[in-house]
């Protein structure tokens, strides 16, 4: 199965944007549909976003639609978030997550494989 490292988290003020990248590892990730899922502290992990094997269909949690883009790209095995419009609530560690289902489902026990995390601070 694949294996995943996220990278590109920071420090950025409310209102800037930040993009989020997810490195795949093995020969199988275009089997998987990708998404993006974010803890804050104190809280359950929350769905973000999710994009399905071919990268046509995708999925955002309606607190960040019109803010945040996901994307795949197949050639690099890579999955990104590009965050806009950033505000202080979408404060968290950012995870990127495959789905050995192929479509772009936003259900946390979907997901088997996970990365280790990233932290997005949005100061206001």
């Known amino acids: 199965q694949v294996q995943l490292v996220e990278s590109g988290g920071g420090l950025v003020q409310a209102g800037g944007s930040l993009r989020l990248s997810c490195a795949a590892s093995?020969?199988?990730?275009?089997?998987?549909?990708m998404g993006w899922f974010r803890q804050a502290p104190g809280k359950e992990r929350e769905f973000v976003a999710a994009?399905?094997?071919?990268?046509?269909?995708?999925r955002y949690a309606d607190s960040v639609k019109g803010r945040f883009t996901i994307s795949r790209d197949g050639t690099k095995s890579t999955v990104s978030l590009q965050m806009d419009s950033l505000k202080s609530e979408d404060t968290a560690v950012y995870y990127c997550?495959?789905?050995?289902?192929?479509?772009?489902?936003?259900?946390?026990?979907?997901?088997?494989?996970w990365g280790q995390g990233t932290q997005v601070t949005v100061s206001s």
């Open positions: 997550a495959a789905s050995r289902y192929g479509f772009q489902t936003d259900r946390y026990q979907d997901y088997n494989v």
């Open positions: 093995g020969r199988t990730f275009s089997s998987y549909a």
């Open positions: 994009i399905n094997v071919n990268g046509v269909f995708t």
